[in-house]
Structure formats: structure tokens, C-alpha cells
């Protein structure tokens, strides 16, 4: 069964830095798309950054690019996200995700991903 755990969310100021990890198990993870979503309060949930399992295409939301950067270490089974020069819009929870199934793209609607982790929070004062 594939777990995901995540972790490294937290308050922080406008302008500030946070990085999320994702540790997943059950399956091997190199094989599998990783992706970031957020969810806001009253907002739908969002993609925010994915990354193929080789790593050599990503994808990220116009609202983070230049800001934030996915990556992964496959041989820890971690995704991670660092996020800089946050604001106050980026605060919401966010979850790691990855489909069933081996893509070799990151897909960039919800449905595709079948496993989630808990969500962490991240909170952007101003």
C-alpha cells in the first residue's frame, strides 16, 4: 500500500522560506510521478508543482513559478518542495500526491492522482 507523509510546513513571514518534504513507501518510488497540490480555505484544491520520476520534466502553476522548486532523491523516496519569497495567498495546506499508474508526464488535474498524503499547513503572515 502506498503511504506518503509529509512534512516542514509551519509559519513563516512574507518573504520568507519554507521547504516540504514528501517521504513516500509501498512501491518503488522512481517510477512514479510526484506532484505538490494546496488547497485554501473556501479555494479548490491546486496544482501547484509535479515532477516525472526520472526528474527530467516538471511543471509548475504560474502563481509559483520563479518561486518555488520541486525535486526529488529517489534513493530516500522524498519529494521536496522549496518554496521562497512566499506570500500570503501561498498560505493553505498542501499535499504531495503521485497516480497509480507510471506516468512519464506530470498530469495537472486532481483525478489523476490516486494516492495523497495528510497535508501539511503552511502560514504566510504579512
Known amino acids: 500500500q502506498v503511504q506518503l507523509v509529509e512534512s516542514g510546513g509551519g509559519l513563516v513571514q512574507a518573504g520568507g522560506s519554507l521547504r516540504l518534504s514528501c517521504t513516500a513507501s509501498?512501491?518503488?518510488?522512481?517510477?512514479?510521478?510526484m506532484a505538490w497540490f494546496r488547497q485554501a480555505p473556501g479555494k479548490e484544491r491546486e496544482l501547484v508543482a509535479g515532477?516525472?520520476?526520472?526528474?527530467?520534466?516538471?511543471y509548475y502553476a504560474d502563481s509559483v513559478t520563479g518561486r518555488f522548486t520541486i525535486s526529488r532523491d529517489n534513493a530516500k523516496n522524498t519529494v521536496y518542495l522549496q518554496m521562497n519569497s512566499l506570500k500570503p495567498e501561498d498560505t493553505a495546506v498542501y499535499y504531495c500526491?503521485?497516480?497509480?499508474?507510471?506516468?512519464?508526464?506530470?498530469?495537472?488535474?486532481?483525478?489523476?492522482?490516486?494516492?495523497w498524503g495528510q497535508g501539511t499547513q503552511v502560514t504566510v503572515s504579512s
Open positions: 500526491a503521485t497516480p497509480a499508474p507510471p506516468l512519464d508526464y506530470v498530469a495537472t488535474i486532481s483525478p489523476a492522482y490516486d494516492y
Open positions: 509501498g512501491r518503488t518510488f522512481s517510477s512514479y510521478t
Open positions: 515532477i516525472t520520476g526520472t526528474g527530467d520534466s516538471t
